[in-house]
């Protein structure tokens, strides 16, 4: 199954199919990154673009790090 998951990005609303165990982790980060009853300008989507492309640098270093660690 999915759920349908909605963002409006300048003045334009976005809706994307998500699986139904996916869905209310992405709403919850949705959540934190965007006005989801409003309006949210290009500047905020790239600012959480990055934001979450930063977590990802950190979390692929942190795996590295420990996979390092089990080669050992």
Known sequence: MSKKIGLH???????????DDFAPFLEENMAK??????NND???MLHAYVKKTHELF???KEIEKILRKTEI
């Open 58 to 60: 950190i979390q692929e």
């Open 9 to 19: 990005i300048g003045g334009r609303r976005f809706d994307v199919d998500v699986e």
């Open 33 to 38: 990154d965007f006005n989801r009853d409003g």
């Open 42 to 44: 290009l500047k905020k």
